[in-house]
Nanobody, 126 residues
Framework: QVQLVESGGGLVQAGGSLRLSCAASGRTFSENHMGWFRQASGKEREFVAAIISSGGSRFYADSVKGRFTISRDNAANTVYLQMNSLKPEDTAVYFC???????????????????WGQGTQVTVSS
């Protein structure tokens, strides 16, 4: 069983930055691919970013590429999402997710991930 706890959300003005953290329990963190998803009010949850277990490859949604950076610290069992140049359309609840699958096929899809955090709210004002 993996438990994920996100933190770092809040209210920020457009153009500002936030850094989200996701702390994971369990001894398998370094073996798991990790992802960030978000869900805006009234919309479906969507992929934001993912990083493979070793940290060697990263994937981003087109809407955040060049502005967001995903990273991980396997010694600390934590994955991060650095969000720069934030826009009002980035407003959403952000979720981290963990996958124990060895493949990276589908790493951008929700079905890849078995464990999810409770989410942290990010609000970007214009």
């Amino acid at each position: 069983q993996v438990q994920l706890v996100e933190s770092g959300g809040g209210l920020v003005q457009a153009g500002g930055s936030l850094r989200l953290s996701c702390a994971a329990s369990g001894r398998t963190f370094s073996e798991n691919h990790m992802g960030w998803f978000r869900q805006a009010s009234g919309k479906e949850r969507e992929f934001v970013a993912a990083i493979i277990s070793s940290g060697g490859s990263r994937f981003y949604a087109d809407s955040v590429k060049g502005r967001f950076t995903i990273s991980r610290d396997n010694a600390a069992n934590t994955v991060y999402l650095q969000m720069n140049s934030l826009k009002p359309e980035d407003t959403a609840v952000y979720f981290c997710a963990s996958s124990s699958r060895t493949t990276i096929l589908g790493i951008r899809t929700e079905r890849m991930y078995a464990y999810w955090g409770q989410g942290t709210q990010v609000t970007v004002s214009s």
